[in-house]
């Protein structure tokens, strides 16, 4: 009876919305292998939000319309850290695996997979 009273009156209620792309241009937007990121807080989400892009100083935006708390000031704060053995944040090992994938994309440079073969 108690765990009940608990879950009743233990409702969680959004206050807002924060969002972040990780990728930009092709490119992962941490820069570090950890880093801290301020977001602004949406009041809602409206669909196509993740589509929302600032042209920056408050100029203009593309994508749709959103409210935001308190003026849009960066009030949402989270620390990122990249763990990944297929994404990096060095500049020029990230610039080769894009320059791979281009190569690839045009096929010039085909798959390892396709060009091994394993005898058993």
């Not at 820069?31 to 892009?53: H, K, T």
């Not at 610039?95 to 190569?103: E, I, T, V, Y």
């Amino acid at each position: 009876m108690k765990s009940m009273l608990l879950a009743l009156n233990s409702v969680e209620t959004p206050v807002g919305y924060a969002w972040l792309s990780l990728f930009k241009n092709d490119r992962l937007v941490i820069e570090r292998d950890e880093q801290e990121v301020s977001l602004p807080i949406a009041v809602d989400l409206p669909s196509g939000y993740i589509n929302y892009q600032s042209f920056g100083l408050g100029k203009d935006h593309a994508g749709p319309e959103i409210r935001w708390v308190d003026s849009g000031k960066h009030l949402f704060r989270v620390r990122l850290r990249l763990i990944s053995s297929i994404f990096t944040s060095e500049p020029r090992i990230q610039a080769f695996f894009q320059s791979c994938q281009k190569l690839q994309r045009i096929g010039l440079l085909g798959d390892a997979a396709e060009k091994t073969s394993v005898c058993f």
